[in-house]
T-cell receptor, first 108, second 112 residues
């Protein structure tokens, strides 16, 4: 089983839609969790950290369920500029382990 | 992130030649990482450093070595390049446990 698994997508949604990404991780001792965004042919960039209590940043909401080893990202009111690949990232044994990413395409 | 720069940005090299990729950071990151990114595999850790002259292997370290003689610079060397090492290489830096990492812009390496 891969350490971090994500649905690869692609998710094709219209502008204004709400879209949810899910991620599972295998190491129950994992320490911290993040969502990164990667545009085509660019470097990954931190979108937000994920806290046990859940956290929100504008249209983006991240949730963590340690018991189920599950992380989610919700994007509300999708914009064309949200089109990218979203990477679930887990810090495990000191290192950052990346999922393969979920591709999102927001259409007019 | 302007704080991490990679050089070169693009390189084409021949099979069997040694290649060194450079990562330079101005953010005083304690930890530095080298990843490779390939279609179908996502980002995979090659080596990382947790301080000057302190390095360790990642998931896909075979055929690669690293050096960190000062905080700012982390070098990745392909000892004898092979076509399977054609990839996009990303350097990243961070403060370590519990924290995020910030990436350089990547180096596209083609081994012919």
């Amino acid at each position: 089983r891969k350490e971090v698994e994500q649905d690869p997508g692609p998710f094709n949604v219209p502008e204004g839609a709400t879209v949810a990404f899910n991620c599972t991780y295998s190491n129950s001792a994992s320490q911290s969790f993040f969502w990164y965004r990667q545009d085509c042919r660019k470097e990954p960039k931190l979108l937000m950290s994920v806290y046990s209590s859940g956290n929100e940043d504008g249209r983006f909401t991240a949730q963590l369920n340690r018991a189920s080893q599950y992380i989610s990202l919700l994007i509300r009111d999708s914009k064309l500029s949200d089109s990218a690949t979203y990477l679930c990232v887990v810090r495990s044994q000191g290192n950052l382990i990346f999922g393969k990413g979920t591709k999102l395409s927001v259409k007019p | 992130d302007a704080g991490i720069t990679q050089s070169p940005r693009h390189k084409v090299t021949e099979t069997g030649t040694p290649v060194t990729l450079r990562c330079h950071q101005t953010e005083n990151h304690r930890y530095m990482y080298w990843y490779r990114q390939d279609p179908g595999h996502g980002l995979r850790l090659i080596h990382y450093s947790y301080g000057v002259k302190d390095t360790d292997k990642g998931e896909v370290s075979d055929g690669y070595s690293v050096s960190r003689s000062k905080t700012e610079d982390f070098l990745l060397t392909l000892e004898s390049a092979t076509s399977s090492q054609t990839s996009v290489y990303f350097c990243a830096g961070g403060q370590g446990a519990g924290t995020e990492a910030f990436f350089g812009q990547g180096t596209r390496l083609t081994v012919v």
